[in-house]
């Protein structure tokens, strides 16, 4: 994890522990959280909950993930300012995709919750989720479990604090090639996604790995991004398994060590000797 800003990503604070049948004076590390607004020419979009790291990732993902641009390319520059509430990414995109958000406002009957951006009706929150059916991306049972296993390497800021979510992206061919850490599951598969954009990745290349549940937002986040496989250590919700089944999308959950569970389009995981291709 990069950090962008000079805000610590973890505090050790004071803290009474029990052990071994007395209460005693301890410390224990425990990560920093912070609001952080998505503002597009000087309007903000949606403030979101989130460690003060990876800006410019986060800044990326979210607005790829949210449908407001579909390239990175789209972005002119994006800068972090930090104000005595949080901090505000001031982010600039390109003419033809900031008239598309103004347009996406004008339409916006009011307020929105937390969760959700932008959207004013039921049939938004349910949104239609690009199908990733066309990759012929497969994995092995081995590559699904090291998938996991680097995973679980790759979190220091879990390490210290046991707090945050990780997300990753795998490839056959490289393993984890890119990891984000964030108190939020769905910033860390956002600035995830950001990150694997920004270093020129295809979601079609990978799959990604969360340390998280898998609701149906994880899902649609991981399809917009391409890639065909969401693999999770915890479980999936029943909407995440009927949205991802319609996406094509292999769905891997409940990995632990060897043993994992397929809820979704089994056919991409092979043996070894099956394989004939990684990318579609």
Request: aromatic share 4%.
């Amino acid at each position: 994890m990069t950090q962008s800003t000079a805000t610590p990503l973890a505090r050790t604070v004071p803290q009474l522990s029990r052990r071994n049948g007395r209460i005693r004076p301890a410390t224990r590390i425990v990560p920093e959280e912070t609001p952080v607004a998505f503002s597009y020419g000087g309007s903000t979009h949606a403030v979101m909950m989130a460690t003060p790291a990876d800006f410019e990732d986060f800044a990326t993902g979210f607005s790829l993930t949210e449908g407001i641009v579909s390239n990175p390319a789209d972005i002119e520059s994006i800068e972090a300012v930090e104000t005595p509430e949080g901090y505000d990414l001031q982010i600039t995109l390109r003419d033809a995709q900031h008239e598309a958000l103004v347009t996406r406002r004008r339409h916006m009957a009011g307020p929105v919750g937390c969760g959700l951006c932008g959207i004013e009706s039921l049939e938004q929150a349910v949104r239609e989720t690009p199908s990733v059916s066309a990759s012929s991306l497969s994995l092995t049972p081995t590559e699904i479990a090291q998938a996991v296993a680097m995973l679980n390497t790759r979190q220091p800021l879990h390490a210290d604090t046991h707090a945050v979510h990780g997300a990753g992206f795998y490839t056959p061919s490289e393993g984890l090639v890119a990891v984000r850490e964030d108190v939020g599951r769905h910033n860390a598969l956002d600035k995830l996604a950001g990150a694997a954009a920004r270093q020129g990745y295809k979601g079609a290349e990978g799959a990604v790995v969360v340390t998280s549940r898998v609701s149906v937002e994880m899902v649609q986040k991981t399809a917009i991004l391409g890639s065909p496989f969401i693999i999770a250590i915890s479980a999936p919700t029943a909407l995440a398994i009927r949205t991802a089944e319609k996406a094509g999308m292999t769905l891997v959950a409940l990995v632990r060590g060897d043993e994992f569970e397929v809820f979704t389009h089994a056919d991409r995981i092979v043996c070894a000797e099956e394989r004939t291709s990684h990318v579609a």
